[in-house]
């Protein structure tokens, strides 16, 4: 049984048209909505008049959620739904009781994620394993669990929240890397698969912003903390300088940016397949396509704070 709380009681709609009024609440389902971007999505979206499904693993961390959309006076177009994307279980729950409804699914946000930090050679299979699990293989079930909904309504925009961390590689964060390259990469597929089907396939890519992936969603590998906490590791001095070059960088980006974007590619007919957002993601592009390869690594080596 998937707990919940408010249900948005609407009329049937007809899901052979792909532009459907607003005067019938549009639906979209986000998850990992209990913080950072898929809180602030969530409340964004409702208070352009959306029914929004907001997901979380733990519905004991709702209340940032609850509050924030008591403040905005949008409680009762928000639905809370227990799900954790690593649960197949869970997810095929969720699809089942998505597919009972009447109305039809506007909009699948795929949010829910994580940061593992740590050198490569530091990283665990395990931890590599459960990095992916969460950031791309999650993301693509949700996906697959859907599909059959979207792909008989022809219609239906799905979002994936990526990183510029899936175009741009930087050390420290190897596994992040690898599950944000693999996400873009099967997005992209995906949506020349769903063209036929008029479904929308996009990607955000945020450089770096003020949300709690960088402090309550950061997991630090065991080797890392292992080497952190070691007087005579041959590889602290390495971690020592990474570590300090992250924490002295200047406050990051207002992640109500990237809610209010999310809100305007769902309104768009005809959305790009990726859309970077952030000074940093937008500077990081620009310089990997104007410069020469060996110039680019070496920016990106000294940025990073390993360099001697």
Known sequence: MLPYCTVNKTGPIDSRKQNIPMTTPHTALITGASSGFGLLTTITLARKGWHVIATMRDLARRGHLD????????????????????????????????????????????????????FAADVSDQEL???????FFAAAAV?????PLFERQRFGHIVMVSSISGRVATPGISSYNASKFAL??????????????????VLIE???FETDIWTRNAV?????????????????SL??????????RTKRADPQLVADLIAVILRNPNPKLRYAI???????????????????????????????
Request: aromatic fraction near 4%; glycine fraction near 6%; hydrophobic fraction near 45%.
């Open 67 to 118: 509050a924030a959309a008591q403040s905005a006076g949008v409680a009762d177009r928000i639905e809370v739904l227990q799900l954790d994307v690593t649960n197949n279980a869970q997810i095929a729950a969720l699809a089942a009781l998505i597919e009972q409804r009447p109305t039809p699914l506007n909009a699948l946000v795929n949010n829910a994620g994580f940061a593992m930090a740590g």
């Open 129 to 135: 394993r459960r990095q992916l699990d969460t950031n």
């Open 143 to 147: 996906t697959r669990a859907l599909l």
């Open 184 to 201: 873009e990469g099967w997005s992209e597929a995906l949506r020349h698969e769903l063209r036929p089907s008029g479904i929308k396939v």
């Open 206 to 208: 945020p450089g770096a």
């Open 220 to 236: 630090i590998s065991e080797a890392t903390q292992a080497i952190a906490a070691a007087a005579d590791s041959p590889r602290k």
């Open 239 to 248: 971690l020592t300088r990474w570590r300090d070059r992250v924490q002295s």
């Open 278 to 308: 952030g000074t940093d993601a937008w500077g990081a592009l620009f310089a990997k396509k104007i410069l020469p390869a060996g110039i680019f690594e070496n920016m990106v080596y000294k940025n990073s704070g390993i360099a001697n």
